[in-house]
């Protein structure tokens, strides 16, 4: 499965972005979808994540009410829309599939490439 993530760019805190996930060849519709980040210097951490559903998800503390994760299987995309946008969320933002299994964890198969998001104050 290749992933393609796109959407990232440069926004001032308090502003939003929606990132965007799209597969070629693969229906993503038969995966979990998932949302990482990683700053420089750091690890790549959990943001969010979508059951094949679309109904159950799971997000990450820092973005509970900031972040939206969701899904379009007719389009065979996965969003997510990133609102408050705080300098904290500066991250080369990455997405991720695997079937089945915990939403929350790290260990998912296939990668995209990442997407930059820089929040200036």
């Given at each position: ?9 440069l ?10 996930c ?81 939403l929350?964890?790290?260990?998912y ?13």
């Amino acid at each position: 499965v290749q992933l393609q993530a796109s959407g990232g760019g440069l926004v001032q805190a308090g502003g939003s972005l929606r990132l965007t996930c799209t597969s070629s060849g693969r229906l993503l519709s038969a995966f979990n979808m998932a949302w990482f980040r990683q700053a420089p210097g750091e690890e790549r951490k959990f943001v969010a994540a979508i059951h094949t559903s679309g109904v159950r998800k799971s997000y990450e503390d820092s973005v509970t009410g900031r972040f939206t994760i969701s899904r379009d299987n007719v389009k065979n995309e996965v969003y997510l829309q990133m609102n408050s946008l705080e300098r904290e969320d500066t991250a080369m933002y990455y997405c991720a599939a695997k079937s089945g299994g915990t939403l929350r964890t790290t260990s998912y198969t296939y990668w995209g490439q990442g997407t930059q998001v820089t929040v200036s104050s």
